[in-house]
């Protein structure tokens, strides 16, 4: 692997200040927002309204950090599956003679180097909420907490790519963003919510992610499954959207 | 680097490349030879087929049938090597708008040998970028980012630059800069392939040329070769040219007349001696007044609007 085009890669999207700030909104933003509305409303009225902070709330902001990271990993996805086709670089870049192969590989670690400090930031940030609006709940310990970070880590990364790979192979930014929420949004809890689909609900990535969730809660599938079946899914979600952006990158006219 | 373009004395060989997009072809079994060391012009009329042959030699997209080679090597089984060497700028260099100039190069240099980093400053200094390399290219006008292309390039240290249109959007200033800075580059050895639909550029700039129509390379040679491979022609400064016109309308040794400034252009059958000395005496005995008889230079411009409006008619 190329640390340069590696690097060139952190580059482009450090650069693109707007999209940084977004991702931050979705993520540390979406937590903060939480956790502080919350303690608002125990603060304006403690005996209603339990502290904001704690496990079970902090299982709450979870959730959200999962579906709001998931859509914010879409989006960085695909801007980064798109955006040397879109702006016409990645004619410039393949004339060079590098193979298209390497091009699109490099994006794969510089995209986990942008996004996983965005989504730790989040998660230190809700970490830190959870301790300072504890009050008198019960806190996680650093085990579940661990566990939960990498559960969160791994959800939101699989969707950066397969928003990534979708997006090589598409092409477009926004029918890419359009297609993926409609799968994560819809049709995809439509999907396993029919029973009459049985254990092939099992290849829903919703049904891998709810069953290597650390922790109960959330609405996010009924369909049990082992483990290695789970982790097999998952990989299968990564590798194949992965490698059929790689085989579009190589084939398509530039 | 003049020892490296002195290495292949052919830079771009192809040899009956084709490129067809379902029924239309838009490269036909294109013969093209450029030697190293020159500006060679690939003239064209738009829709000729000129980009689409750049882009299978760059392997933008592959070709149908047909061999080519790039800096001796063949393409595309070693076009990473090939193309190590060659800068290009097809149809008009993109950028990343957010990123500055300077954070472009870096992008591109990455994709380049590992000393290319170093060249990124030589280069933008060499396109006179250096003042403006770190402003974002979204505010950057459109002959800035033709520089910011070529320096580009440059970070290849390349033997061979090939320019599709390189001259599209600049202003005439930007033109002349741009005719100098290309005869820079082939006076430091390295060769220039650049493709045009303006005559005169490639007229002014180059020292080759091929001209293409339909996806067919109708010609190719010097400029010079090229502009004197038409049929044989005279101007002839005479008092009267009516007159003159009139009395060569049957001579056998004119194919076809007409008039210029202060006299006749000729385009001869025959062009011996002895035509031109006959037709010289034919109007003199018919009291036209002959003050000048000399070979009439035919422009580039000339022999392309007669090779390609040829080919239409052969369609």
């Known amino acids: ?254 | 680097m003049a020892e490296a373009a002195q290495g292949h004395s052919l830079v771009i060989e192809t040899s009956g490349l084709t490129k067809r997009f379902g029924e239309r072809t838009a490269v036909d079994h294109a013969d093209l030879q450029v030697p190293a060391g020159v500006a060679f012009g690939f003239l064209g009329p738009n829709g000729a087929g000129k980009t689409t042959l750049i882009r299978v030699l760059l392997g933008l997209t592959a070709a149908t049938e047909g061999e080519m080679k790039i800096l001796g090597m063949p393409v595309p089984a070693r076009r990473h090597e090939a193309l190590a060497r060659v800068g290009a700028i097809v149809e008009e260099p993109r950028f990343h708008g957010h990123l500055t100039g300077r954070e472009n190069l870096v992008v591109a240099a990455a994709c380049r040998d590992a000393a290319a980093e170093s060249r990124i400053g030589p280069s933008l200094e060499r396109v006179g970028l250096t003042d403006r390399a770190d402003e974002r290219v979204k505010s950057y006008s459109m002959g800035m980012r033709q520089r910011l292309g070529i320096a580009r390039c440059l970070l290849a240290d390349p033997e061979l630059l090939i320019l599709d249109e390189p001259t599209n959007g600049l202003d005439p200033a930007g033109i002349i800069e741009f005719r100098e800075f290309v005869r820079s580059i082939v006076d430091d050895g390295r060769t220039v392939f650049l493709s045009s639909h303006l005559l005169d550029e490639v007229e002014k700039i180059c020292d080759m040329a091929a001209i293409v129509d339909h996806g067919k390379i109708l010609m190719a040679g010097t400029v010079a070769e090229i502009a004197a491979g038409g049929q044989p022609t005279i101007s002839v400064g005479v008092d009267d040219p009516t007159l003159a016109e009139r009395v060569l309308l049957d001579h056998p040794a004119v194919a076809e007349s007409g008039e210029i400034a202060g006299g006749l252009r000729l385009v001869l059958a025959d062009s011996s001696n002895a035509a031109v000395a006959d037709i010289t005496r034919k109007l003199v005995e018919a009291g036209v007044g002959v003050y000048r008889v000399e070979p009439a230079r035919v422009t580039l411009e000339e022999r392309f609007l007669e090779v390609t409006s040829r080919l239409g008619t052969d369609e």
């Open chain 1, 1 to 254: 692997m190329n640390g340069r085009l590696i690097s060139a890669e952190v580059l482009r999207l450090r650069k693109s200040r707007a999209l940084v700030i977004w991702l931050t909104v979705l993520t540390t933003g979406a937590v903060t927002a939480f956790f502080l509305i919350a303690q608002g409303f125990h603060i304006n009225n403690s005996a209603q309204n339990g502290p904001a902070g704690g496990a079970v709330n902090f299982r709450h902001a979870l959730m959200i950090l999962s579906i709001l990271g998931s859509v914010a990993a879409t989006i960085l996805g695909t801007n980064v599956g798109t955006s040397d086709v879109t702006s016409g670089v990645f004619r410039d870049l393949v004339v060079t003679g590098i193979s298209r192969l390497r091009l699109y590989l490099a994006r794969v670690p510089g995209l986990l180097a942008v996004w996983l400090p965005i989504i730790l930031l989040a998660y230190v940030v809700a970490t830190v909420f959870n301790f300072a609006f504890a009050g008198n709940l019960r806190t996680l310990g650093a085990t579940a907490i661990i566990k939960d970070g990498l559960w969160v880590v791994a959800v939101t990364s699989i969707a950066l790519m397969v928003a990534m790979g979708l997006a090589a192979l598409i092409g477009s930014r926004g029918i890419t963003i359009g297609i993926l929420l409609g799968w994560q949004l819809a049709i995809s809890p439509l999907l396993g919510a029919i029973s009459v689909l049985g254990v092939t609900r099992e290849v829903l990535l919703e049904s891998a992610t709810a069953r290597v969730q650390p922790f109960t809660g959330g609405d996010r599938g009924t369909i049990t499954m082992s483990l290695i079946a789970a982790i097999v899914v998952l990989l299968c979600w990564v590798a194949v959207p992965l490698a059929i952006g790689a085989w579009r990158t190589t084939t398509r006219d530039a």
